[in-house]
Nanobody, 116 residues
Framework: QVQVVESGGGLVQPGGSLRLSCATS????????MAWYRQAPGKQRELVAS????????TYTDSVKGRFVIFRDNGKNTVYLQMNSLKYEDTAVYYC?????????WGQGTAVTVSS
């Protein structure tokens, strides 16, 4: 049984930090491409950051470059998103995504609210 479970969301003030975690089970995590997406109210889901299976390649959407860092621990079957200098516009539900050729999985999401 495959599980993709996000955690770490919550309420944070502008300028603050959060670390999201995505723990997986039931998959060979080390061969999966992993990514974080987010969906703000009334908007389409967008790719925030991605990381290759070996961590050799990471990508970020322009709006989070220099503030967010994606990293993974293949020994713990977990991918993380460190979010710094949070802004109001980072408010969204953040989803973890796992993919290998022909197969993909989504988590249920974790909500991040940036508010004073």
């Amino acid at each position: 049984q495959v599980q993709v479970v996000e955690s770490g969301g919550g309420l944070v003030q502008p300028g603050g930090s959060l670390r999201l975690s995505c723990a997986t089970s039931g998959i060979s995590f080390s061969i999966y491409f992993m990514a974080w997406y987010r969906q703000a109210p009334g908007k389409q889901r967008e790719l925030v950051a991605s990381i290759s299976s070996s961590s050799a390649t990471t990508t970020y959407t322009d709006s989070v470059k220099g503030r967010f860092v994606i990293f993974r621990d293949n020994g713990k079957n977990t991918v993380y998103l460190q979010m710094n200098s949070l802004k109001y516009e980072d408010t969204a539900v953040y989803y973890c995504y796992a993919r290998r050729p022909g197969v993909d999985f989504w988590g249920q999401g974790t909500a991040v609210t940036v508010s004073s």
